[in-house]
């Protein structure tokens, strides 16, 4: 069954591809523990039953957040909660690099959220409901921290956006 999604979200359009690389993991992560153990000789139903609650928690773990966005809305969703702020309520921006980059916006009605700026960058629609939203934010006088760190951002995603176009035409 297909899941209805409201007019005029955004949604991670990669998304799918990386549950499923997940789960294939999980999968093939309890498929070498049971063989390997039954070849061992010492694959029992309790064992067997550890291997899949393993296999489980992997999948868990490798699932990605499901990010989409709406008219002045952003949400993250986990296998364990799910996180909303209103892009056009936005207070501050703050982005943080390393080995995990990640962005963490705040509302004006205390939600918080994190999310990869990857999935920004490979989603223009994503972006584009959360520039909207940033650029409103900023009109109402909301937002006072972080507006460079999303310009930053915003400049790397129309370079990269250009960088596709130019290579899907030949001329790069």
């Known amino acids: 069954m297909r899941r209805i999604r409201l007019p005029g979200s955004a949604g991670d359009r990669?998304?799918?591809?990386?549950?499923?690389l997940a789960?294939?993991?999980?999968?093939?992560?309890c498929t070498?523990?049971?063989l390997v153990d039954w070849?061992?000789?010492s694959l029992t139903p309790l064992r067997a039953?550890?291997?899949i609650t393993l296999s489980a928690a992997v999948c868990t773990v490798l699932l990605p957040q499901r990010v989409s966005a709406g008219p002045d809305w952003l949400a993250v969703r986990t296998p364990w909660r799910r996180c909303t702020v209103r892009t056009e309520a936005l207070v501050s921006v703050r982005q943080y690099?390393?080995?995990s980059s990640h962005l963490v916006l705040r509302d004006v009605h205390g939600n918080r959220l994190e999310l990869d700026p990857r999935v920004l960058t490979a989603n223009p629609l994503l972006w584009h409901e959360l520039d909207t939203g940033v650029r409103r934010s900023i009109q109402r006088g909301t937002l006072h921290q972080g507006i460079g760190a999303l310009q930053r951002l915003?400049?790397?995603i129309d370079d990269e956006a250009l960088r596709a176009v130019l290579r899907s035409s030949g001329l790069s």
């Open 14 to 20: 990669n998304w799918r591809g990386s549950a499923r």
């Open 23 to 29: 789960a294939s993991c999980a999968l093939l992560f």
């Open 32 to 34: 070498l523990s049971l």
């Open 39 to 41: 070849d061992a000789g």
């Open 49 to 51: 039953l550890l291997w």
């Open 97 to 99: 690099d390393g080995v």
């Open 154 to 156: 915003g400049h790397r």
